[in-house]
Nanobody, 127 residues
Framework: QVQLVESGGGLVQAGGSLRLSCEASGRTFSHYPMGWFRQAPGKEREFVAAISWIAGSTYYANSVKGRFTISRDNAKNTLYLQMNSLKPEDTAVYYC????????????????????WGQGTQVTVSS
């Protein structure tokens, strides 16, 4: 059974940084693409970033490009999201997700492309 557990959220001032982590279990982590999504109150869940199973390719929403970096440590079964230059509009619950197709090379930008989700971690950016 796949489990994804996020951590690292919190309260930070605008311009600050946070690093989110997502520890995965139940799969050979290195074989599967992963993504980060976020959901603000009253809004739909939106794509933030994704990374291919071999970490050779990364993808970002335009709103975070240049500020956020997605990475993975396959030896630790852990996905990361380094968030710099945070803005109040980045405030949301952040979720990690796994696409349960090994060696998948297709689209990763929509929430319905993912099969497993973590419980989420709150990120609040004050102005």
């Amino acid at each position: 059974q796949v489990q994804l557990v996020e951590s690292g959220g919190g309260l930070v001032q605008a311009g600050g940084s946070l690093r989110l982590s997502c520890e995965a279990s139940g799969r050979t982590f290195s074989h599967y693409p992963m993504g980060w999504f976020r959901q603000a109150p009253g809004k739909e869940r939106e794509f933030v970033a994704a990374i291919s199973w071999i970490a050779g390719s990364t993808y970002y929403a335009n709103s975070v490009k240049g500020r956020f970096t997605i990475s993975r440590d396959n030896a630790k079964n852990t996905l990361y999201l380094q968030m710099n230059s945070l803005k109040p509009e980045d405030t949301a619950v952040y979720y990690c997700a796994l696409r349960d197709v090994p060696y998948y090379r297709g689209s990763l930008g929509r929430s319905n492309e993912y099969d497993y989700w973590g419980q989420g971690t709150q990120v609040t950016v004050s102005s």
